[in-house]
């Protein structure tokens, strides 16, 4: 189980930091994940940390700008969003699993989600 927690409402060029609370699993064994949903729009890639050695994979357009981790003593994983643009609104979701590399970005391939937290950013 899965547990979003952090959204909110902040102006453009402020930060968010995301979390994401694991439970019922064995934290360190999955590749953790956070895909966004804008409105009106279909569920997209943001970010991820893999399972094994920790390396992160972003989405070109939050590149530079956020940044995601993990403490696997916590069962907890983090998406530090700085420089926020209005488009960076969106439902934001976690996600769990243990994709082959060459499908990292791909929604389908993660078992569990949270239940998503809203961003709003505004201009």
């Known amino acids: 189980q899965l547990q979003a927690s952090g959204g909110g409402l902040v102006q453009a060029g402020g930060s968010l930091r995301l979390s994401c609370a694991a439970s019922g699993r064995t934290f360190s064994d999955y590749t953790m994940a956070w895909f966004r949903q804008p409105p009106g729009k279909e569920r997209e890639f943001v970010s991820v940390?893999?399972?094994?050695?920790?390396?992160?994979y972003y989405e070109d357009s939050v590149k530079g700008r956020f940044t995601i981790s993990r403490d696997n003593a916590k069962n907890t994983v983090y998406l530090q969003m700085n420089s926020l643009k209005p488009e960076d609104t969106a439902v934001y979701y976690c996600a769990a699993g243990r994709p082959i590399l060459s499908a990292i970005r791909l929604a389908k391939m993660y078992t569990d989600w949270g239940q998503g937290t809203l961003v709003t950013v505004s201009s």
């Open positions: 940390i893999r399972a094994s050695g920790g390396r992160t």
